[in-house]
C-alpha cells in the first residue's frame, strides 16, 4: 500500500516561494507516475505537475517556468519547489502517485493520495 504524506505548505505574500515536501512509502515499483494537484475552494481538483520514474516532467501551463518538481530517491520523498506565487497559487496542494509511467496530470488515473498541505499566497 503506497503512503503519501506532504508537509511544507503556509501562507506567503505574493512573489514568495515555498517547497513542498511528500514522503513516500510502499511504492516498490520500478514505473511509476508521481505528481502534484492543487484545488482551490470551490474549484476542481487541477494537476500541477508530474515526474515519471525515467525523470520526465510535465507542468501545467499555470506554473510553467515557476515551479520545479523533482525527487529524491534517497529519502523517499518527492518536491515541489514553488517561487514567484501568485495568489491564483492559493489552494491545497495534493502528490500523488500511480503505478504506470506513461500518465498526463489526470485526476482520474491517480490511485494513491497524500491528504494535502495547505498553500496561501496574499497579495
Known amino acids: 500500500q503506497v503512503q503519501l504524506v506532504e508537509s511544507g505548505g503556509g501562507s506567503v505574500q505574493a512573489g514568495g516561494s515555498l517547497r513542498l515536501s511528500c514522503v513516500v512509502s510502499?511504492?516498490?515499483?520500478?514505473?511509476?507516475?508521481m505528481a502534484w494537484f492543487r484545488q482551490a475552494p470551490g474549484k476542481e481538483r487541477e494537476g500541477v505537475a508530474l515526474r515519471r520514474n525515467y525523470g520526465y516532467t510535465v507542468y501545467s501551463d499555470s506554473v510553467l517556468g515557476r515551479f520545479t518538481i523533482s525527487q529524491d530517491n534517497a529519502k523517499n520523498t518527492l518536491y515541489l519547489q514553488m517561487n514567484s506565487l501568485k495568489p491564483e497559487d492559493t489552494g491545497m496542494y495534493y502528490c500523488a502517485a500511480a503505478r504506470k509511467a506513461w500518465l498526463l496530470l489526470n485526476v482520474k488515473d491517480y490511485d494513491s493520495w497524500g491528504q494535502g498541505t495547505q498553500v496561501t499566497v496574499s497579495s
Open positions: 510502499g511504492l516498490v515499483d520500478s514505473t511509476y507516475t
